[in-house]
């Protein structure tokens, strides 16, 4: 964890907020993301954290394939909640 917090705030340093940040979610990487979703399935709280911050950064970041993750995401949600 502290090599990604590290090069974050390096990234934040040197470019603005917004550009700082990378990762699965920031080059709109589906199957890594489903596969992340997949294997905290079996801890719901981490899982319930990692989509409200998944659709925090989908809606404020510059991230890839927001439609694609979107979609992911929502159809998460709606598996475990049953809800829309």
């Known amino acids: 964890m502290i090599p990604i917090l590290l090069q974050t705030l390096a990234n934040y340093a040197t470019r603005d907020a917004a550009n700082a940040f990378s990762g699965p979610i920031i080059r709109g990487d589906v199957e890594t993301i489903r596969r992340h979703l997949g294997v905290l399935a079996r801890v719901p709280e981490a899982r319930d954290v990692y989509l409200s911050l998944a659709r925090a950064a989908i ?3 510059p991230t ?3 439609r694609a993750l979107a979609q992911l995401l929502n159809s998460e949600r709606k598996r475990i ?3 829309d």
């Open 64 to 66: 890839r394939n927001k």
């Open 59 to 61: 809606g404020h970041l």
């Open 81 to 83: 909640t049953g809800v």
